[in-house]
């Protein structure tokens, strides 16, 4: 695929959806990385409805913490492996308010080094709260950057890199959400919503279902 044709996918994604955003619900950097945190397997819709419950009883690293993890389970057990994501959250608390005064840290090697925050999750992060120009490559996104043919690549990692290079600077702040959106309400896994599709006739995909 050659830069005109990538140019002219984002360009049509960006006038359908100038300003999007991660359908998780937050209010700040620490809310937004507990609600990324406890996504790991578990949809954008399930976390919502956990944290709506949690967030007005505690939604600082310092009242989080009160709740310890006894405290805290009841609110996730919703939510998939909620017994090791409470831990993790924890401990970030703890983290959070012994070495960056209960603030979410802005650098990709400070997150990672919070337990339960991976190099998907900082992305995140770093991207959404902080408007950094990171891609954070999930499920969709992979199978999206690989079926169009944007940005190929082996594995998470390798899509990541080529999705840095071949999008163009002026939407790759905005790219993530484009591209997660679009894989999954519209580049589905099972069958793709082809004859929906802005960029179908853009796409390099040989099973197209239009």
């Known amino acids: 695929m050659n830069r005109e044709r990538r140019s002219e996918i984002f360009r049509r994604l960006q006038t359908a959806n100038p300003h999007p955003t991660t359908e998780l619900v937050y209010s700040n950097p620490f809310e937004l990385l507990i ?10 819709k ?9 967030f007005p009883v505690a939604n600082t690293p310092a009242a989080i913490l009160a709740l310890g993890e006894d405290g805290l ?3 996730l057990q919703t939510i998939g492996l909620y017994n090791t994501k409470a831990r993790n959250i924890i401990r970030t608390c703890r983290i959070l308010i012994e070495n960056h005064a209960s603030q979410v840290p802005d650098t990709r090697e400070a997150l990672e080094a919070l337990p339960g925050v991976g190099r998907k999750t ?7 709260a902080f408007h950094q120009p990171t891609i954070a490559v999930d499920t969709h996104i992979f199978r999206v950057s690989n079926r169009t043919g944007i940005a190929p690549g082996k594995d998470v990692l390798a ?9 163009p600077k002026e939407f790759r702040l905005d790219a993530h959400h484009w591209l997660i959106l679009l894989g999954r309400y519209t580049c589905t896994a099972r069958k793709p919503r082809c004859p929906q599709c802005l960029i179908a006739d853009l796409c390099d995909f ?3 279902t239009c």
């Open 35 to 44: 609600a990324v945190i406890l996504s790991a397997q578990a949809t954008d």
């Open 46 to 54: 399930s976390v919502n409805k956990a944290l709506a419950g949690l």
């Open 73 to 75: 389970r009841p609110y």
């Open 122 to 128: 900082a992305n995140v992060i770093l991207n959404t």
């Open 159 to 167: 899509v990541e890199q080529a999705l840095l290079k071949q999008v």
């Open 206 to 208: 040989k099973g197209k």
